[in-house]
């Protein structure tokens, strides 16, 4: 299987499992590799109850050494972090990229701009009222020129769960494509890699992030792809992969790519498996 560069730990207090479970998981699953990539501080502390605080790096930092140390020579064990796209952030995912030798960072966009209240975490549960009296088309128009000026700040190697903002089902009548195709566009010009990422068939949209059709586009735009699970229990690693190398090659592709130290390789897509 490809490998998983999504995953959390119980750092962000809303993930559970040691590191060794992890592992374990990871090589049950057989992915390539196990990467974590935990949701990155942010300031001002507390920004928010779902991520680690500046101060708990080194103990992150020591949970992926622990991750290493119990997978020895089994299994390549990668570092990153889950980071958050945020209007004039650029310096703090500078500062942070700087602290630790990072294989990859993952960006992601889960706030939007509000002009009545700053920011908000549109894919916290917490919020399924709010969304409920929103302007649908208005929010996926900021959410998308969100994720293209994240792409175009050329911080991240990865960028995360791109249509993460049909999370709650909540989605636009007609053709996606209106949205998809500049975004699409602002990361081909970027040469970022993007997610093809499992955890939204357990979500109410019921769709893997990003939709087969948003795939198609970028596959053709020649955007280069990962897969994986956004785990935040052992049990998650390469969850569903088999049916996601499925709908990757549906949509085209025919490989994945590796990180090491922020340097990207490739590994070919396994054929698909039985169903
Ligand atoms: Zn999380
Ligand atoms: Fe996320
Ligand atoms: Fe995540
Ligand atoms: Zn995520």
């Known amino acids: 299987m490809p490998a998983d ?34 949701h990155a501080p942010l300031l001002p502390e507390p920004f928010d109850d779902w991520r680690m605080l500046e101060r708990e790096l080194p103990e992150y930092c020591r949970w ?65 009222g709010r969304w409920a009296a929103q302007d649908v088309t208005a929010l996926w128009t900021t959410y998308w020129n969100a994720y293209a000026a994240m792409a175009e700040s050329g911080l991240f190697d990865i960028l995360g769960h791109p249509d993460l903002v049909k999370k709650f089902g909540f989605v636009p009548a007609g053709d996606l494509a209106r949205f998809y195709e500049p975004a699409v566009d602002a990361v081909a010009a970027s040469g970022c890699v993007i997610e093809l990422n499992t955890a939204g068939w357990h979500k109410p949209c019921g769709e ?24 935040h229990a052992p049990g998650e690693i390469g969850r569903d992969f088999v049916q996601a190398v499925r709908v990757a090659r549906a949509a085209g592709y025919k490989e994945t790519v590796l990180f090491e130290k922020r340097q990207r390789r490739t590994e070919p897509l396994p054929e698909n498996g039985p169903v």
């Open 208 to 231: 893997c992030y990003p939709a087969p059709r948003f795939l198609e586009l970028a596959c053709s735009a020649g955007i280069p792809l990962v897969l994986s699970s956004d785990a």
């Open 64 to 128: 992926i050494e622990r991750a290493r140390t119990h997978a020895g020579g089994r299994l390549a064990i990668r570092a990153g972090l889950e980071c958050d796209w945020l209007p004039g952030c650029e310096a703090w995912i500078e500062q942070l990229s700087a602290r630790h030798g990072w294989d990859y960072l993952i960006g992601s966009v889960h706030y939007l701009r509000d002009e009545a209240s700053g920011a908000w975490d549109f894919d916290n549960p917490k919020w399924l």
């Open 5 to 38: 560069y999504h995953s959390h730990t119980p750092l962000c207090r809303h993930a559970t499992g040691e590191p060794e479970a992890y592992v374990d998981a990871a090589l049950l699953a057989g992915v390539s590799e196990y990467g974590i990539a935990d």
